[in-house]
């Protein structure tokens, strides 16, 4: 069954860093581009980051120069390293499998992150 699990959220100050993993199973995680979505109180669920198989990276204006995506296919993670964290980074961080572009794919639980001094 295939599965994603996010981890690595908590509560941080403004200015501060935090790194998210997602774990992947039960599919051939080297071969699916993945994103990290978004979710801030009230509002939608929003793409800012997305790593091809290949490698290849792409950003949302509102993270780019703070936030790196990255991926480790031996051992079918993603990650995202936040840097520099506003307070409306805070939301719920949704990990994202799909294997073409409008691929429903799977879905993590997702992980709350909250910038707050």
């Known amino acids: 069954q295939e599965q994603l699990v996010e981890s690595g959220g908590g509560l941080v100050q403004p200015g501060g860093s935090l790194r998210l993993s997602c774990l992947g199973s039960g599919f051939m995680f080297s071969i699916y581009g993945m994103d990290w979505y978004h979710q801030a109180p009230g509002k939608q669920r929003e793409l800012v980051a997305h790593?091809?198989?290949?490698?290849?990276?792409n950003y949302a204006d509102t993270v780019k120069g703070r936030f790196t995506i990255s991926r480790d296919n031996a051992k079918n993670t993603v990650y995202l390293q936040m840097n520099s964290l506003k307070p409306e980074d805070t939301g719920v961080y949704y990990c994202?499998?799909?294997?073409?572009?409008?691929?429903?794919?799977?879905w993590g639980q997702g992980t709350q992150v909250t910038v707050s001094s």
């Open positions: 790593i091809t198989s290949g490698g290849t990276t």
């Open positions: 994202h499998a799909r294997f073409y572009t409008n691929d429903p794919g799977y």
